[in-house]
């Protein structure tokens, strides 16, 4: 039931195990339509800033998958400063941003902290499409405040698979946020973040959390190729 995978990890970053043909063959077989090519950005040290310009030279479809010329990078500060290349002719289709291990601006218990850097982050950036996992156990949010912001913003707001999977997720949060997004009508997106194969395009984690609620009562912008267009303002 979700066609698009808008967050998955290639070799290029250090947490990502596959090459794009490989991630794409994965796809493939699974059935997805389109997923977003999201590396991390250069406060990870990878990609290197040129992988940038290796993007905007990607082909839109390869053997017959959508591929979004994607980046996750990363919130650097308060005030919500990200970490993003910036070169002549910026080449991303979809931009996601949040707070990560191994940065300079590391996740932590200080919940006002975490939540001004992602409201000043969603403010900031109109580009920014998605919020990714803000239910990290590591990285408590003010659930009703980001979604009030990403209602105003238009940023979808993810239910990331791998972060369940891993145990990564405060899943009280998950579901506050669940029960907030129906009220509020919020954008979701539910995305892998898958690392490996067998984590792409997979969703099965995110889906048994929502399904309680009634998939049919969210508004997930990834649900089919056409919804993510038109959330991503993008042709095919
Ligand atoms: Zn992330
Ligand atoms: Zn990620």
Redesign the pocket.
């Known amino acids: 039931m979700i066609e698009c995978d808008l967050?998955i990890h290639s070799i290029r970053s250090i947490c990502g195990f596959h090459t794009l043909f490989e991630i794409v063959s994965v796809m493939r077989e699974k059935g997805l339509k389109a997923f977003a090519l999201t590396d991390?950005s250069p406060v990870h040290a990878t990609p290197r800033a040129h992988f940038s310009v290796l993007v905007k030279r990607m082909p839109p479809v390869i053997d017959g998958v959508r591929v979004f010329k994607g980046i996750?990078a990363s919130i650097l500060n308060e005030n919500g400063d990200l970490d993003l290349p910036v070169f002549e002719g910026f080449p991303y289709e979809i931009i996601?941003a949040?707070i990560?291990d191994y940065d300079k601006f590391l996740p932590g218990p200080d919940k006002d902290r975490n939540t001004r850097a992602v409201i000043n982050a969603m403010k900031k950036y109109p580009e920014m499409k998605i919020l990714?996992?803000p239910f990290y156990k590591s990285c408590p949010f003010d659930i009703d405040a980001i979604t009030d912001v990403a209602c105003e913003t238009g940023t979808a707001i993810e239910i990331?698979n791998a972060y369940i999977l891993t145990k990564k997720a405060d899943t009280d949060a998950l579901q506050y946020l669940l029960e907030l997004a129906i009220k509020k009508e919020a954008m979701l997106c539910v995305n892998s973040?898958g690392h490996v194969f067998s984590e792409m395009g997979i969703f099965d984690h995110a889906l048994d959390y929502m399904k309680p609620y009634g998939l049919e009562n969210f508004n997930i912008v990834n649900r089919t190729l056409e919804s993510t267009l038109e959330f991503l303002g993008l042709e095919r």
């Open positions: 967050h991390h996750e996601i949040g990560h990714p996992h990331n973040d």
